[in-house]
């Protein structure tokens, strides 16, 4: 297990799914290239923001790595940010 999965397990729901939130978030902004002042400003559903499918499996690897655990490729079936924060939170709690 991560540092990260640690500190994870160590917080209450609501704040490791709002880790996990901006965790995602501020990978989106990298993988889209977007000016850094664009945290919390984003539409967080991912068609909207033109995320397209390469760019969700660098993201998905980039979990995968940072997590230092599988991540079901499900995962980028996800929506949005929060859907997909909440689909890690559960993987990480089982």
């Not at 068609?47 to 660098?58: K, V």
């Not at 079936?77 to 993987?91: K, W």
Request: proline share 2%; no cysteine.
């Amino acid at each position: 297990m991560t540092e990260w999965i640690h500190q994870l397990h160590s917080q209450s729901t609501d704040e490791a799914k709002e880790t996990l939130v901006d965790y995602i978030e501020r990978q989106v902004i990298d993988i889209k290239k977007l000016p850094a002042n664009a945290r919390g400003k984003l539409d967080h559903n991912f068609m909207a923001i033109g995320f397209d499918s390469l760019m969700s499996i660098e993201l998905l690897y980039r979990l995968q790595k940072d997590l230092g655990m599988a991540v079901d490729p499900e995962a980028l079936e996800s929506e949005s940010v929060e859907q997909l924060a909440e689909f890690i939170y559960g993987l990480i709690r089982e």
